[in-house]
């Protein structure tokens, strides 16, 4: 079946404009992730939704991100006024809890560059 | 920051060697996870480890989860040259949320 895909995959962002990324995630994933994973760096977490409800945004650097899930599956991560320190790869996850099985399930990223 | 500690940061193999890296870590954790990373693409799964000295085998790959639950291994034998990529390793805590990787082994085969 499909994947986690996400859109675009690339942006490239002027300082100070607004941008949205979109995952649609695996089909009957109950969990979605958001993880910024700057260059040569793991993934590090951002936000997390258990259907539409975000249950943690501890990761969110700024109250300039903000994200959404309003109908529990496609979710959007928006950035408003980016800074050139948000220029990452953006990765969006998906997940079914079952039991101890936690297995998040990628998407390719959006990789996104600030100028 | 990142707060697994994972080694090597990088290596330079011959085809057909034996790898070996691991991931240590301060705190204990639940879950074990080992993923792949090709350029331009979002991290896959290749093991998840879910009981301390567990040892978990696919295909080529062996993976073990620490006795003390603050360590892992992965090691990949008989490397060819689709292995290459960047290697992370991941420690899942309580709650599902609750994930973090390391910072990744770049890992380079020559034919």
């Known amino acids: 079946g499909a994947g986690v895909s996400q859109s675009p995959r690339y942006k490239v962002a002027k300082r100070g404009q607004d941008v949205a990324l979109r995952c649609d995630p695996i089909?009957?994933?109950?969990?979605l992730f958001w993880y910024q994973q700057a260059l040569g760096q793991g993934p590090e977490f951002l936000t997390y939704f258990q259907n539409e409800a975000q249950l943690d945004k501890s990761g969110l650097p700024s109250d300039r991100f903000f994200a959404e899930r309003p109908e529990g599956s496609v979710s959007t991560l928006k950035i408003q006024r980016t800074q050139q320190e948000d220029s990452a790869v953006y990765l969006c996850?998906?997940?079914?809890?079952?039991?101890?099985?936690?297995?998040?399930?990628f998407g390719p990223g959006t990789r996104l560059t600030v100028t | 920051g990142q707060q697994l500690n994972q080694s090597p940061q990088s290596m330079f193999i011959q085809e057909g060697e034996d790898v070996s890296m691991n991931c240590t870590s301060s705190?204990?954790?639940?879950?074990w996870l080992w993923y792949k990373q090709d350029p331009g693409e979002g991290p896959v799964l290749l093991i998840a480890?879910?009981?301390?000295?567990e040892l978990t085998s696919n295909g080529r790959l062996t993976a073990q989860f620490g006795i003390t639950r603050k360590d892992s291994f992965l090691n990949i034998s008989a490397s060819i040259p689709s292995d290459v990529g960047i290697y992370f390793c991941a420690g899942q805590g309580l709650k599902v949320n609750d994930m973090r990787f390391g910072a990744g082994t770049r890992l380079t085969v020559k034919p």
């Open positions: 089909s009957g994933h109950v969990s």
């Open positions: 480890l879910y009981k301390a000295g």
């Open positions: 996850a998906s997940s079914f809890p079952g039991g101890q099985v936690y297995e998040q399930y």
């Open positions: 705190s204990i954790f639940n879950t």
